[in-house]
């Protein structure tokens, strides 16, 4: 595929998607509808493999009413990259969960990738939209390097960084 075609994925509760090698798309919107199951494969890379975007990546999260905590993981091994050439944007509707639901948004290393191999960079701006009024993002970077061009606002996130391994440290740039 190249950057002339968009990615789109329709989902209920659950997505497990890898990229095995390289994909280059002109954007990619992930639909998670009755989202409410753990998702510690949101997106898999394989050693060396990247996606590249021209334009956005659109991550759109729809809770059932019963929806408690839930993450969404997105998992690199070796060399894995993630590059988007406009925004980010995540977008979470509680749907009415209340209190009990909570979104934590995770992207990280595995366990068993080198610690500062792996890379998210965003050309354009970091965007999270709730739905309903105080709707917190719990967001949580574990790799090597993770870069934003634009602006981040993280007024509405709680934001752990944690180190990719327990001997290295993270690499993170926010401009804007």
Not at 80 to 99: A, P, Y
Not at 104 to 118: C, G, H, K, P, Q
Request: charged fraction near 15%; include cysteine.
């Amino acid at each position: 595929m190249s950057s002339d075609y968009n990615g789109i994925i329709n989902t209920e509760s659950q997505i497990f998607a890898s990229c095995a090698s390289e994909l280059s798309l002109n954007s990619l919107t992930y639909n998670i509808a009755a989202a409410k199951d753990y998702n510690n494969y949101f997106v898999s890379f394989a050693d060396n493999a990247s996606i590249t975007l021209a334009e956005d990546f659109n991550v759109n999260i729809t809770f059932t009413p019963e929806t408690g905590w839930i993450a969404q993981t997105i998992r690199m091994y070796h060399n894995g990259r993630i590059t988007v050439g406009g925004d980010f944007n995540l977008t979470l509707d509680k749907n009415g969960s209340g209190s009990n639901g909570f979104l934590e948004f995770v992207i990280r290393n595995d366990s068993a990738s080198s610690a500062l191999t792996n890379r998210f960079q965003v050309a354009g701006d970091f965007n999270y939209t709730a739905v309903e009024s105080g709707s917190r993002l719990r967001f949580t970077t574990g790799i090597g390097q993770f870069s934003v061009g634009g602006a981040m606002d993280i007024g509405n996130i709680l934001w752990t960084i944690n180190n990719p391994s327990s001997s290295e440290g993270a690499n993170i740039s926010l401009g804007g």
